[in-house]
């Protein structure tokens, strides 16, 4: 049985920093590309962050670029977002994604909520 499981999330001010696990089991894992997603209240589903199978390339959505940080530990099956100087607009519900080939998966989706 495939699993995404996310944690980490939760209320921060401005300016402060969250990371977000996704902790997978049920497939391959290093074989996935692995993924950060967010999803804002009554808006779209966005691409924020990318990290290779290896780990060897990432590319990050032009709003958080120099902000966020993706990174993966294959031995333990999971995938980090460090997110750091936090703003409101960074506000949504954020989502794990794993991808291999024609095959993807979806964790349950985690909240973040910038505000004071």
């Known amino acids: 049985q495939v699993q995404l499981v996310e944690s980490g999330g939760g209320l921060v001010q401005p300016g402060g920093s969250l990371r977000l696990s996704c902790a997978a089991s049920g497939f391959r894992f290093s074989m996935y590309a692995m993924s950060w997603y967010r999803q804002p209240l009554g808006q779209g589903r966005e691409l924020v962050a990318v990290?290779?199978?290896?780990?060897?390339?990432?590319n990050y959505a032009d709003s958080v670029k120099g902000r966020f940080i993706i990174s993966r530990d294959n031995g333990k099956n999971t995938v980090y977002l460090q997110m750091n100087r936090l703003n409101p607009e960074d506000t949504a519900v954020y989502y794990c994604?794993?991808?291999?080939?024609?095959?993807?998966?979806w964790g349950q989706g985690i909240q973040v909520t910038v505000s004071s």
């Open positions: 990290i290779s199978s290896t780990g060897g390339s990432t």
């Open positions: 994604n794993a991808a291999w080939t024609t095959r993807y998966y």
